[in-house]
């Protein structure tokens, strides 16, 4: 092999270099704490990096949907628990306003009240997310839920209850649509509903319905009946007579597993039907109580007439709160199962960001250790090729 005087320089000047960027590349570990800047610091390393960095990117992206099911959970419990309030609010209005101390005008100031907690309910129904979004539209987020049309109150939404994901294996259903809450409450005691006849023309009242307890309850549209001389008779839907007995004031009528209690005294062909409880939307039970807190009772007879909207009102009112309480039931389970998946995901991205850090994190100790020996070993190279620069084939000549 030729030694020359170019090789030297060459060969020194590339050691020295090679010592320059050794120490210029541990200066970058230690300004940017990392100790794999590109894949060819470590291959392998690199990659594992990659898919960790996507997998916490997409616990940050659960943690984002969490926040929005979150906040939309959480305004639907508010909802939900001033519509509870609201609605024990009418039911003491209630109560109230069919005392018999009550008089025309007291009722008159007790009904107008009704109709603000009804506006109020209304308006809860109605509410939204704080981004235009309405919590209990279903899917149609953007579309206002609940109107008032000619023949009542009108749903606008849809009946889907979204789901969202919040981890790799689980979605949390959002607030139910606004039918499943609001529109569709069962009446009566949840099982049949029995109301009189609006033709009723005696003092018979209504006092309890209940199931009997001894037989199962039967659904069918039946009729009782009363003649007015002490007898009543009761009718199943297709007009047959199933029971027959004498009436006494709060003796117990029972039939297809129903148990009924009446007060005071029917007229001849007073009766009161009893079907499978229909459903129908909390507005109209609220407004029931409004309209028959408005029926006259300056007779023993309209005050029978009233008694009996009362009594259907309160059973109505108890169905709409435990409607609203089952509703506020499943947010709460939502938000539960919400609180832990979070902990959850917290744990796992605590333990991605460890490993992340193994393996990419740069060890300050090792690394200024390093540093320091090779600037030692980068100085001595400077030196050395300073000399070799001094020496040359002539000098060695002469």
């Not at 009446?262 to 079907?275: H, M």
């Amino acid at each position: 092999m030729r030694i020359s005087t170019n090789f030297q320089f060459t060969q020194s000047l590339n050691a020295l270099l090679a010592r320059q960027s050794d120490a210029f590349k541990t200066q970058l570990q230690l300004s940017n704490g990392r100790k794999i800047d590109t894949a060819k610091d470590d291959p392998v390393g690199a990659g594992v990096s990659v898919q960790l960095d996507r997998a916490r990117a997409e616990l940050e992206r659960f943690a984002g949907n969490s926040n929005i099911v979150a906040n939309r959970l959480n305004l639907a419990e508010v909802a939900l628990t001033s519509s509870s309030d609201r609605l024990l609010r009418v039911r003491e209005l209630a109560v109230q306003g069919f005392n018999g101390t009550q008089t025309p005008e007291s009722r008159s100031a007790i009904a107008d009240e009704l109709e603000q907690q009804l506006d109020a309910l209304f308006a809860l129904a109605n509410s939204d997310d704080g981004s235009g979004r309405f919590l209990f539209a279903g899917s149609e987020g953007s579309v206002r839920p609940f109107s008032v049309g000619p023949s009542g109150v009108i749903y606008a939404g849809d009946q889907v209850q979204r789901r969202i994901d919040v981890s790799p294996s689980l979605s949390i259903a959002d607030a139910a649509p606004g039918t499943e809450i609001f529109m569709r409450v069962a009446t009566g005691n949840g099982t049949f509903a029995a109301r009189a006849d609006a033709a009723n023309a005696g003092t018979l009242a209504l006092q309890s319905a209940s199931l009997s307890g001894t037989t199962p309850w039967a659904p069918d549209a039946y009729r009782i009946s009363f003649d007015g001389a002490g007898g009543y008779s009761v009718e199943d839907g297709l007009g047959a007579v199933i029971a027959t007995g004498s009436y006494v004031p709060g003796q117990a009528i029972e039939f297809g597993g129903a148990q009924l209690r009446f007060g005071g005294e029917p007229a001849a062909g007073d009766s009161f039907t009893v079907q499978q409880a229909p459903r129908q939307d909390i507005f109209t039970t609220v407004q029931g109580v409004i309209d028959a807190l408005r029926l006259p009772s300056a007779t023993p007879e309209q005050r029978a007439a009233q008694q009996n909207a009362f009594f259907a009102s309160l059973e109505d009112l108890a169905q709409a709160q435990d409607q609203i309480i089952d509703a506020r039931g499943k947010v709460g389970a939502g938000l539960n199962t919400l609180d832990r998946t979070t902990e959850e995901r917290a744990s796992q991205v605590l333990s991605l960001a460890t490993t992340l850090s193994e393996i990419r994190d740069l060890n300050y100790a090792e690394a200024a250790s390093r540093l320091a020996n090779q600037l030692l070993v980068l100085e001595a190279a400077q030196a050395s090729f300073v000399k070799v620069q001094g020496n040359s084939l002539f000098n060695f000549i002469r």
